[in-house]
């Protein structure tokens, strides 16, 4: 395998920054909003709000703090994993590659040897692994293709964290 390409490694940067930067920033617009609006303290403010407007916020504020939750687990799962050396590599030829259908359908899967890979753009990205499809510029084309692919399962998915191609030869 001395003659492939990095073309993907996991790190920190690969996961969605969105579900690390909504849900605090929600919480401080509803913060500083009901300070401005009401211009009391914030539980004086929380008490004054009707019943449904106070249970959408703590609902919306749950689901934030789940999202943080669900992107630290995978954190844990992989990226942490990866850089211990928990993990599998599997090398050889694609084969069964299946491209996505459109950009609406934007999953891609491939097998190598008895292993199979199934991604679309943006799905994997809250899992920090590989997630580029050749509609949009990936490096997966076609059957033959010779790769090594380190990979982590996790959520019932082999997510992958390192992948080499062939050089053109």
């Not at 395998?1 to 605090?24: C, K, Q, R, W, Y």
């Not at 913060?31 to 929380?46: F, Q």
């Not at 008895?114 to 994997?124: H, I, L, S, W």
């Not at 997966?140 to 959520?155: N, S, T």
């Amino acid at each position: 395998f001395d003659t492939m390409n990095v073309v993907f490694e996991t790190s920190i940067f690969s996961g969605n920054p969105i579900f690390l930067i909504a849900p605090p920033t929600f919480l401080l617009v509803t913060y500083v909003s009901l300070r401005l609006y009401y211009k009391k303290s914030i539980l004086a403010c929380l008490k004054s709000l009707p019943i449904k407007n106070l249970l959408g916020i703590v609902f919306i504020s749950l689901l934030s703090l789940y999202s943080i939750f669900v992107e630290i687990m995978a954190y844990k799962n992989v990226i942490i994993a990866y850089q211990e050396g928990n993990y599998m590599v599997i090398g050889g030829e694609i084969a069964d590659y299946t491209p996505p259908r459109t950009r609406l359908n934007p999953y891609e899967s491939f097998r190598v040897a008895n292993m199979v890979f199934e991604y679309g753009d943006g799905v994997c990205r809250n899992y920090f692994g590989y997630d580029k499809t050749s509609i949009n510029g990936g490096a997966i084309l076609k059957d033959g293709l010779e790769v090594k692919i380190c990979y982590i399962p996790f959520d019932k998915r082999n997510v992958i964290v390192r992948l080499e191609i062939e050089k053109d030869k």
